[in-house]
């Protein structure tokens, strides 16, 4: 069964302040997805990493992908208040039921709280 | 306009009874998908019909029964409800969840948050 491990779960950091969030997966794939979640709101896309060594850029939030470690970090720089909110990770693997179809299966999440 | 709508988007019920909370996408996405979020945040996919056929059924109580009359549309139904099927139920569709080529990235709802008393 696979499985998506992110951690730290919960993230309590000062604005200003860099940190880097960690998912590690557990069977082969090259696909990983970052969501947000704002408290009470749905999830919204930030990155899409389809490649081993992908690194992709939004703002403060940098994320890459290393296929061969199984591992995708999500780093934020200067954090600011703004950025609070639950960030998931998410890996694409072949669906258990479904021929030749895929399924997303999440991370538990990492709650960030940016404190002024 | 919004992109994936469910409705209704808080729905409070007593133990035993059937509720059903319906999902219309806006996108021309082929597959569309219920996920459930428990009181820890915790993602857990529930079904997924591509084309109004079912592609998925993750091990959920046969209670829920999904039903996509067209592949716009896809409803969760939910019989005798109990208390742990208190959570927050997202929809979400993707252009595709057979993967050929590009990313699946889903567009998921604002939620359902159900409560069962």
């Known amino acids: 069964e696979l499985k998506v491990e992110q951690n730290p779960l919960f993230l309590s950091m000062q604005e200003g302040k860099n940190y880097t969030i960690y998912c590690n997966y557990s069977?082969?794939?090259?696909?990983l997805y970052w969501y947000r979640q704002d408290p009470g709101k749905s999830l919204e896309s930030l990155f899409v990493?389809?490649?081993?060594?992908a690194v992709k850029q939004e703002g403060r939030l940098m994320a890459s992908l290393d296929t061969k470690a199984r591992l995708s970090t999500l780093h934020i720089t200067a954090a600011v208040h703004d950025l609070s909110a639950t960030y998931f990770c998410?890996?694409?693997?072949?669906?258990?039921?479904?021929?030749?179809?895929?399924?997303?299966?999440f991370g538990k999440g990492t709650k960030l709280s940016v404190i002024p | 306009d919004t992109a994936v709508s469910q409705t209704p988007k808080y729905l409070v019920t007593q133990m035993g009874n059937d509720k059903s909370i319906k999902c219309e996408q806006n996108?021309?996405?082929?597959?569309m998908y219920w996920y459930k979020q428990d009181s820890k945040k915790f993602l857990k996919i529930m079904f997924s019909?591509?084309?109004?056929?079912?592609?998925i059924n993750e091990t959920v109580p046969n209670r829920f029964s999904p039903k996509s009359p067209d592949k716009a549309h896809l409803n969760l139904h939910i019989n005798s409800l109990e208390l742990g099927d208190s959570a927050v139920y997202f929809c979400?569709?993707?252009?595709?969840?057979?993967?050929?080529?590009?990313?699946?990235?889903?567009?998921f709802g604002a939620g359902s948050r159900l409560t069962v008393l």
């Open positions: 990493l389809l490649s081993n060594g």
């Open positions: 996108l021309g996405h082929d597959t």
């Open positions: 069977t082969t794939s090259d696909r």
């Open positions: 979400a569709s993707s252009r595709t969840g057979v993967r050929q080529t590009g990313a699946n990235v889903l567009t």
């Open positions: 019909y591509n084309n109004k056929e079912l592609i």
């Open positions: 998410a890996v694409d693997i072949p669906s258990y039921s479904g021929a030749g179809s895929y399924q997303l299966t």
